[in-house]
């Protein structure tokens, strides 16, 4: 078993940053990650224009490979695509096991994990995804040049997405549980709103989906009526807003809220000690890389600090 | 030769190519797809498995979509339904053993190896 100053779990902008101060602080550090390449989901935005030192905006992607490169710079270590099997926070020396086969143990935890793209988890939704069912416009809205979808969302994400798709679909058909409100910033409804092609359905919700030859049907429950309806569409593009993902921390030991987030102190510190939780997965009230690398910064910093007291 | 996509795999481009990688690996993943947010995540997954000992019998490949020769991908039957990228084809013996479309895990990737090459 190799033991490491900090193990940090999670490779996006708060994780990396936490892997360069510690490691530029001589720690040695190990990142942890089940996706590859690092950057959490920053890696996937199209253009960072906010993030300071870049005056021309720099795409997500070359941005964490930036931080990525500055991590490794100083040694830090990157465990990619590798799947956390077992783990133990609540001992003092705290230890991981990947895939199945190695594992590290360190007393301090930073984790990173951040939050991804919520799934409806509804029946047909696994088994038609990439063909009827989509979560990307700009990946996959060409393959539907001229046909009817369907979009399941109402926030920022979902018009702007709805937007693109627009370019090349012949209709868009909003299928929404609410009644005659949505989320997002009304100016990008209204730009949405405007294309003749778009119809709402209000107050309906969806329960699970069907293929019918080469269209997918939305099985959707009217909720004013509760007749059950048969949506059928070229495909269903879903945009559900995000989820911070702690469901691999439930039996942790660690505090998570009612809505799946980690409180903790100024510090970063959890209710476990050295254990931290950094960037979007912690509750707070901002989320932007500047305040995830801030909160990486920070954690980094504090276990720095408490060893150099212990020696 | 230019490459295409954000992928340090080995890139092939036209149908002799992947016919070639295909009859001199016994076992091989294409993926093919392009630089997008779920293209990627993929990409970046077969890059870590790639430096396994536990997969260094496997060949490692990204072709891009919109390459002419990407058709011999695009025309496979297995992914004939496929609307999401990418398409990604397993080969055993030069012929396909399995196709997934669209984003996939690790966990999820590792499960299709292991069903396709065990």
Known sequence: MTKYDVIIIGAGPAGIAAAIFAARGTLSVLVIDESAPAGGTVKNTHLVANYPGFPEPISGLDLTKRMFKQAKSFGAKFELAAEITDYNFKDELKWIEIDDDEKFESENIIIATGISPRRLNLPGEQEFKGSGIHYCATCDGDFYSGKDIAVIGAGDTAMEESLLLLKHVNSITFIHHGFHNLRAEKCTVDQVMDHGNVTMIWSHESQKFERDGDKLVIIAENLDTKEIVRIKRDALFIFVGMKPNSEWLKNSGVNINERGYIPTDKNCITNLKNVYAIGDIRVKKFNQITTATADGTIAALEIIQKKSCSL | ?118
């Open chain 2, 1 to 118: 030769m230019q490459k295409y996509l954000q992928s340090s795999l080995d890139e092939v481009q036209t149908k002799s190519e992947v016919e070639n990688l295909i009859n001199t690996n016994d076992k091989a993943i294409i993926c093919c797809g392009r630089n997008g947010p779920m293209c990627l995540p993929v990409y970046g997954a077969f890059e870590v498995l790639k430096e396994k000992e536990k997969y260094s019998d496997i060949k490692f490949a990204v072709m891009p979509f919109d390459v002419p020769g990407a058709s011999i991908i695009r025309e496979l039957p297995e992914s004939r339904l496929f609307m999401g990228l990418p398409f990604t084809i397993y080969y055993k013996n030069g012929k396909v053993v399995g196709a997934t479309s669209s984003i996939q895990n690790v966990k999820s990737i590792k499960a299709t190896i292991n069903e396709c090459f065990s």
